[in-house]
């Protein structure tokens, strides 16, 4: 078996809390990325995405911490490098791209030089050839005018215009690995469109694995390869997009998909920061979904559930697993 790009095994993430138990945003995470695979993950506000996606770049700001299990790239433990090692990994072999794109831009330099300073800090490229080769990359992000653009202030792009950049910087170095975390979220529908369409062919021209997390499962339905669905710091089922689509089997993943194919009120609502997460916190013994699941019984608030293979390559977080559909 060839080695996968990114290997996370049983992860553990706290957040100290005055006075009270820590907050575990993260609780035995395992989730593996191949090579050029897109992985969805998806997950209401608060599910620990940003955590992991923080967890895998080693920059779980502090107090908080990995207290349990590690995060291999390339089958290299990153616990055991260095922040000098850890930097030059970040931004060339492993990069990442968010939501907000004007907050990650740097309103004092050109488009040009944020994204020329990357691929020169990582390769010493420079002169001529630093010019040519961001050029270039901004043709590839789609951004019209790029020999304009180039000289062009972050005040001065749209917000679509502004990702594609943010998209630029992440991907002029070549990385194996994209995380992508809620990117597309500020857009608005046509541009999102637009974004990840882009997103998709860059990854598979650059032959880049892509951890893809979003709110919103509608996406991951034409985007990944397989799809996580994370809760209360845990993956509760991970499968082919094929397989989960055509048979989704943990009672959150139906309330998901039901709420995001039928309703386009609750679709809002479902995807607005924090508001469906506010409705219960997961719970801390047995099942952390028990406090919102119609299939509970009462195993479930004491037993916590294992995440098992039900079929091949499809696992579930579940005692009581929706029924397969004939
Ligand atoms: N810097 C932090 N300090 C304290 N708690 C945090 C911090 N970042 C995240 N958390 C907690 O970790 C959990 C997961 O948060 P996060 O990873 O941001 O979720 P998501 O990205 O899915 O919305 C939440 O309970 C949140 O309150
Ligand atoms: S283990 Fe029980 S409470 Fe948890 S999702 Fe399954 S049926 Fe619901
Ligand atoms: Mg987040």
Not at 95 to 119: C, D, F, K
Not at 220 to 232: E, L, M, P
Request: charged content about 25%; glycine content about 8%; overall charge neutral.
């Amino acid at each position: 078996m060839t080695t996968p790009v990114l290997a996370v095994e049983g992860l553990d993430v706290e957040f100290p809390s005055y006075g009270e138990a820590p907050v575990r945003a993260l609780h035995g995470l395992d989730l593996s990325i191949g090579e050029q695979e897109i992985v969805g993950l998806v997950g209401e506000s608060g599910s620990g995405k940003t955590t992991l996606a923080r967890a895998i770049m080693q920059l779980v700001p502090p107090p908080g911490r990995i207290s349990q299990g590690s995060v291999s790239f390339e089958g290299r433990d990153l616990s055991k490098l260095d922040e000098e090692q850890l930097r030059t990994l970040r931004g060339r072999a492993m990069s990442m791209v968010i939501a907000n794109p004007r907050s990650e831009l740097n309103p004092l330099l050109t488009v040009g030089q944020q994204i020329g300073n990357i691929l020169k800090y990582h390769t010493g490229c420079k002169g001529r050839e630093l010019r040519e080769r961001v050029i270039e990359m901004l043709k590839e992000v789609r951004i019209p005018d790029p020999e304009r653009r180039y000289d062009a202030f972050p005040h001065e792009l749209s917000g679509g215009m502004a990702q594609r950049v943010v998209m630029a910087i992440a991907l002029i170095c070549n990385p194996r690995l994209v995380i992508s975390d809620d990117a597309t979220s500020g857009l608005d529908v046509t541009v999102q469109a637009q974004v990840l369409e882009l997103l998709k062919r860059l990854a598979e021209r650059h032959r880049t694995a892509m951890l893809f997390i979003t709110r919103d499962i509608g996406i991951t339905a034409h985007f990944c390869d397989r799809v996580a669905i994370i809760y209360g710091g845990e993956i509760m089922e991970i499968a082919t997009r094929a397989r989960f689509f055509a048979n989704p089997m943990h009672p959150y993943s139906v309330l998901l998909l039901a709420a995001f194919s039928h309703n386009p009120k609750l679709r809002s609502y479902w995807l607005k920061e924090g508001e469906a997460a506010a409705e219960a916190r997961p719970a801390e013994t047995g099942c952390p979904f028990a406090p919102r699941c119609v299939r509970v019984r009462e195993h479930c608030r004491s037993v916590h559930p294992e995440l098992r293979e039900l079929e091949a390559g499809h696992h579930v977080r579940c005692h009581f697993p929706v029924e397969r559909r004939a």
